[in-house]
């Protein structure tokens, strides 16, 4: 007996495209060229079960992914799954995108000093000069974008990063520039 089937997220579905049931996605992670080279993706509504779909077609436009997905006819059908999350196995993205697709499993973590103060929650991965970056969101909405080579321990639910003094201050997303222009 096969056992549970493993998913991660890997985008949002943003709204239908055209007239044909094509939809538009939003990956997370950079991960756009990765999604292109999915064979069978799985849509779920919040709250509910995945649906597996096999994907007639995938390019990429503008930053977001284009699916057209077997059995999806029309307009009507295709915005049915907005906002739905989208998500693939776990072994077909390590397969497409052996680099990044582990970042994907970590979505919605909590972050913590390695001294146990809570900075936030992840909530997006992206690639600044080929180095990973993190998208922390706190408590009160604040955002840090922090290198992911910083994480030192994962705990369950709980992601442990170390912060040289000062850096996290350095990095909230609403910080004054330091270099003046």
Do not use: N
């Not at 709204?15 to 997370?28: D, K, M, T």
């Not at 999915?38 to 930053?63: D, N, T």
């Not at 390695?114 to 992840?122: C, E, K, P």
């Not at 998208?135 to 604040?142: F, K, N, S």
């Amino acid at each position: 007996m096969a056992g549970p089937l493993k998913l991660v997220e890997v985008g949002r579905v943003v709204r239908a495209h055209g007239l044909r049931g094509e939809i538009v996605v939003s990956p997370h992670g950079g991960c756009a060229d990765a999604l292109i080279r999915l064979e069978r993706v799985y849509l779920r509504r919040q709250g509910g079960k995945p649906k597996p779909w096999r994907v007639a077609c995938a390019r990429i436009h503008s930053g977001r992914v284009l699916l057209a997905l077997e059995g999806m006819a029309g307009r009507d059908q295709a915005q049915l799954w907005r906002e739905a999350a989208m998500c693939a196995r776990c072994r077909d993205m390590a397969a497409v995108d052996p680099d990044r697709w582990q970042a994907l499993l970590w979505f919605g973590r909590e972050v913590r000093t390695s001294d146990g103060h809570t900075v936030g929650v992840l909530e997006g991965v992206e690639y600044v000069a080929h180095q990973q970056m993190w998208r922390i969101r706190t408590e009160v909405g604040a955002v840090y974008v922090v290198p992911a080579a910083l994480l030192r321990a994962i705990f369950e639910d709980t992601l442990v990063m170390e912060f040289p003094p000062g850096l996290l201050d350095m990095c909230r997303e609403d910080a004054p520039c330091a270099f003046p222009s």
